[in-house]
């Protein structure tokens, strides 16, 4: 049976979920439609979820249409979780985004739109609540056209637009698909100039398009009354591409989520892209060479999933067994491995234990939800017993605390959202300590010269000393440890971005005495290098001096060209730099930068300065120097190689104890 990854986006409350709903409804699989409002939807199981009535994890649900297991995958539509959707978009054959009829193109849709692009997946639009009062058709269409893609093609009208007995009569307008079909079809055009285009022409191309995401067919409808359902159901079977991949191929596959069952164990929700994975089976995933054995597979069928002996190439999978996988291993052979799809966040708070909640298992259930969502990046302050968590938003900040609350009995709080910073060299710096010299107490010898590098190419590590001079467990410790140190240069903050080389190595060759085999006192261990190394490092960024960055977001605010005196102003005051600002009718449109830490505030503020009609769209743009006034510090969380008596001390402490 051939099967469809579908992928359902759209801007938050635009109805994809609702969409969800009656998509499974059409096809068979439930008998009662879920309402977001009511909490009973089949996608949004969290209690949260049903709660807020939003989605926060992307959901698996599959029918059967005309032969073909769709399997249909609900994400959030809120920004602050584009983690969520950038795993969900790597294993997606097609998607629908879902636009409203009444507020149009949206925020999120746009970034949604650009990345569906971005990655060549192919997606159909639905323009959802024709139903709705102040609803739109060619309104929307040429907001799509102007702020989405001029590749959409309208393949039906809206009849009663706004009523309850709003309906979607399909029917591709020749002139406007002829329009957008041959920029790429050159038959097509070849066919108009000597006036022979047939509707079967035409719809072949616009299949052969639409299946190389080079259009994007629109539809309208209502999920609320099912207005147009049918229709997308059959352009989802007509125009987007079924799965491919070879069942007798080298198991291949992806782990886009992993959730805890009933007694603790982990499940991964995994794409199969090769091949065919059995039940017993070991497998390799990740990076490090990990191996585990498949307990037990539920294949996704017919609405839920299934035990199965195997899931093959092209399905998606629930797999047991895998005690150490996380979000983002390769199973068996690794795909060509991508760039992220999103920035990731630029937030950072800390999470505060309630008078009655124990920090241990707060620990491990922070721990546990890092696992679900390997960015928000827990960060352990041994000494002052905090833990940090990093955001997108203030909205993941109350889904955290509640899950916390609701999951695991924990009561949290949490302090004041800070900015996520970085630190850049200023400049070169070298220091070396000598094995037997000085005051180090060590029996090794490092040297190391740090160098700026360009923004986004990461840390470079190389050596300038023979790699046979000394164990190559050694060099291998020197340059674990240089990577782990620069996670908290001179301001506490993470250097990205710079070249170490190691210019000097040494140690002492094992020792032994007679009768009494190996001298650990005499001989070099790999914990001297990890010991010194940082020390080492510390002295030659202090030589090189760096300076903090701050995250700086792109942003574009739309508001009504009358409130232009009173947007600008406010924007400068939360240290907005507009860079661009034009006028589209009524429309004023202000393009510029603002500190990540002040985005929220922005949003918070835009309604009321624009009598609610402004609309915000922001995204991680790049670090800038931080401003002038205090530097941004970020308490250590290390030993402090900074310091040295502090340092040795601690070290020397550890390795006695």
Same mark, same amino acid.
């Given at each position: 049976? +051939?099967?469809?990854?579908?992928?359902?986006?759209?801007?938050?409350?635009?109805?994809?979920?609702?969409?969800?709903?009656?998509?499974?409804?059409?096809?068979?699989?439930?008998?009662?439609?879920?309402?977001?409002?009511?909490?009973?939807?089949?996608?949004?199981? @969290?209690?949260?979820?049903?709660?807020?009535?939003?989605?926060?994890?992307?959901?698996?649900?599959?029918?059967? @249409?005309?032969?073909?297991?769709?399997?249909?995958?609900?994400?959030?539509? +809120?920004?602050?979780?584009?983690?969520?959707?950038?795993?969900?978009?790597?294993?997606?054959?097609?998607?629908?985004?879902?636009?409203?009829?009444?507020?149009?193109?949206?925020?999120?849709?746009?970034?949604?739109?650009?990345?569906?692009?971005?990655?060549?997946?192919?997606?159909?639009?639905?323009?959802?609540?024709?139903?709705?009062?102040?609803?739109?058709?060619?309104?929307?269409?040429?907001?799509? $056209?102007?702020?989405?893609?001029?590749? !959409?093609?309208?393949?039906?009208?809206?009849?009663?637009?706004?009523?309850?007995?709003?309906?979607?009569?399909?029917?591709?307008?020749?002139?406007?698909?002829?329009?957008?079909?041959?920029?790429?079809?050159?038959?097509?055009?070849?066919?108009?100039?000597?006036?022979?285009?047939?509707?079967?022409?035409?719809?072949?191309?616009?299949? =052969?398009?639409?299946?190389?995401?080079?259009?994007?067919?629109?539809?309208?409808?209502? !999920?609320?009354?099912?207005?147009?359902?049918?229709?997308?159901?059959?352009?989802?079977?007509?125009?987007?591409?079924?799965?491919?991949?070879?069942?007798?191929?080298?198991?291949?596959?992806?782990?886009?989520?992993?959730?805890?069952?009933?007694?603790?164990?982990?499940?991964?929700?995994?794409?199969?892209?090769?091949?065919?994975?059995?039940?017993?089976?070991?497998?390799?995933?990740?990076? #490090?060479?990990?191996?585990?054995?498949?307990?037990?597979?539920?294949?996704?069928?017919?609405?839920? #999933?299934?035990?199965?002996? =195997?899931?093959?190439?092209?399905?998606? $999978?629930?797999?047991?067994?895998?005690?150490?996988?996380?979000?983002?291993?390769?199973?068996?052979?690794?795909?060509?491995?991508?760039?992220?799809?999103?920035?990731?966040?630029?937030?950072?708070?800390?999470?505060?234990?309630?008078?009655?909640?124990?920090?241990?298992?707060?620990?491990?259930?922070?721990?546990?939800?890092?696992?679900?969502?390997?960015?928000?990046?827990?960060?352990?302050?041994?000494?002052?017993?905090?833990?940090?968590?990093?955001?997108?938003?203030?909205?993941?900040?109350?889904?955290?605390?509640?899950?916390?609350?609701?999951?695991?009995?924990?009561?949290?709080?949490?302090?004041?959202?800070?900015?996520?910073?970085?630190?850049?060299?200023?400049?070169?710096?070298?220091?070396?300590?000598?094995?037997?010299?000085?005051?180090?107490?060590?029996?090794?010898?490092?040297?190391?010269?740090?160098?700026? =590098?360009?923004?986004?190419?990461?840390?470079?590590?190389?050596?300038?000393?023979?790699?046979? $001079?000394?164990?190559?467990?050694?060099?291998? !410790?020197?340059? #674990?440890?240089?990577?782990?140190?620069?996670?908290?240069? @001179?301001?506490?903050?993470?250097?990205?971005?710079?070249?170490?080389?190691?210019?000097?190595?040494?140690?002492?060759?094992?020792?032994?005495?007679?009768?009494?085999?190996?001298?650990?006192?005499?001989?070099?261990?790999?914990?001297?290098?990890?010991?010194?190394?940082?020390?080492?490092? !510390?002295?030659?960024?202090?030589?090189?001096?760096?300076?903090?960055?701050?995250?700086?977001?792109?942003?574009?605010?739309?508001?009504?060209?009358?409130?232009?005196?009173?947007?600008?102003?406010?924007?400068?005051?939360?240290?907005?730099?507009?860079?661009?600002?034009?006028?589209?009718?009524?429309?004023?449109?202000?393009?510029?930068?603002?500190? $990540?830490?002040?985005?929220?505030?922005?949003?918070?503020?835009?309604?009321?300065?624009?009598?609610?009609?402004?609309?915000?769209?922001?995204?991680?743009?790049?670090?800038?120097?931080?401003?002038?006034?205090?530097?941004?510090?970020?308490?250590?969380?290390?030993?402090?190689?900074?310091?040295?008596?502090?340092? @040795?001390?601690?070290?020397?402490?550890?390795?006695?104890?």
């Amino acid at each position: 049976m +051939h099967v469809l990854n579908l992928g359902i986006l759209a801007h938050v409350d635009a109805g994809k979920t609702s969409l969800t709903e009656r998509l499974l409804h059409s096809a068979g699989v439930i008998d009662e439609i879920g309402s977001v409002d009511a909490g009973n939807t089949r996608t949004d199981t @969290l209690a949260l979820e049903r709660q807020r009535g939003i989605t926060i994890k992307s959901a698996v649900v599959s029918f059967p @249409l005309d032969g073909v297991t769709v399997n249909l995958i609900d994400t959030p539509g +809120h920004p602050d979780f584009i983690a969520e959707v950038e795993r969900v978009l790597g294993v997606l054959d097609g998607a629908v985004l879902v636009i409203s009829a009444v507020e149009g193109v949206q925020a999120q849709t746009r970034v949604l739109m650009r990345t569906l692009r971005r990655l060549r997946i192919p997606a159909l639009l639905f323009v959802n609540k024709i139903d709705r009062g102040g609803a739109r058709d060619e309104g929307v269409l040429r907001e799509i $056209a102007a702020r989405l893609t001029p590749a !959409a093609v309208p393949t039906g009208t809206v009849a009663g637009l706004g009523t309850r007995a709003a309906r979607f009569v399909p029917g591709v307008g020749k002139d406007a698909a002829l329009d957008v079909l041959t920029e790429h079809d050159d038959a097509l055009l070849s066919a108009y100039a000597d006036d022979r285009v047939t509707g079967t022409l035409l719809h072949r191309s616009l299949v =052969a398009q639409t299946r190389q995401a080079l259009v994007h067919p629109v539809l309208f409808g209502s !999920a609320a009354t099912g207005a147009g359902v049918a229709d997308l159901l059959s352009a989802v079977g007509e125009l987007l591409p079924a799965a491919d991949g070879d069942e007798d191929g080298p198991v291949s596959g992806t782990v886009f989520k992993v959730e805890r069952g009933p007694a603790g164990e982990k499940i991964a929700y995994a794409r199969m892209y090769s091949g065919t994975l059995r039940t017993r089976d070991r497998v390799p995933f990740g990076t #490090d060479g990990a191996e585990g054995r498949v307990t037990a597979i539920s294949v996704f069928g017919h609405g839920t #999933d299934t035990r199965a002996d =195997a899931v093959t190439a092209g399905r998606i $999978a629930r797999l047991r067994g895998l005690g150490e996988i996380r979000i983002g291993d390769a199973l068996g052979e690794p795909r060509t491995a991508h760039e992220p799809f999103f920035a990731p966040p630029t937030l950072e708070t800390v999470v505060v234990p309630g008078a009655d909640t124990h920090r241990g298992a707060l620990h491990l259930a922070l721990t546990q939800l890092a696992e679900q969502d390997p960015l928000i990046g827990l960060r352990h302050d041994e000494r002052r017993q905090e833990t940090s968590v990093r955001l997108y938003g203030e909205v993941q900040k109350e889904v955290i605390q509640a899950t916390l609350a609701d999951e695991y009995g924990l009561d949290v709080t949490f302090r004041e959202t800070t900015p996520l910073c970085v630190e850049r060299l200023l400049g070169t710096g070298h220091a070396v300590e000598f094995n037997k010299r000085d005051a180090n107490p060590f029996l090794a010898t490092v040297g190391l010269r740090v160098e700026p =590098a360009p923004p986004g190419s990461g840390v470079a590590f190389r050596r300038e000393v023979e790699l046979g $001079a000394m164990p190559y467990a050694f060099f291998k !410790a020197v340059e #674990d440890t240089v990577r782990e140190t620069l996670g908290q240069g @001179l301001r506490g903050w993470p250097i990205p971005d710079c070249t170490v080389t190691m210019t000097h190595c040494g140690y002492s060759p094992r020792q032994s005495h007679a009768h009494q085999g190996f001298d650990k006192s005499m001989s070099s261990t790999g914990a001297d290098f990890r010991g010194l190394t940082p020390l080492v490092l !510390a002295e030659a960024l202090r030589r090189a001096g760096t300076r903090v960055h701050e995250p700086l977001h792109r942003f574009r605010v739309e508001a009504p060209a009358d409130t232009a005196g009173a947007l600008l102003p406010a924007l400068a005051g939360l240290g907005a730099v507009p860079e661009a600002t034009h006028h589209r009718g009524d429309v004023c449109v202000v393009e510029g930068t603002v500190p $990540a830490a002040r985005v929220h505030a922005l949003g918070q503020r835009l309604p009321g300065l624009t009598r609610g009609e402004g609309e915000l769209e922001s995204s991680f743009a790049r670090y800038a120097p931080a401003g002038r006034g205090r530097v941004p510090e970020r308490p250590r969380t290390d030993h402090n190689p900074l310091n040295r008596k502090e340092y @040795l001390l601690n070290v020397m402490r550890r390795a006695g104890g």
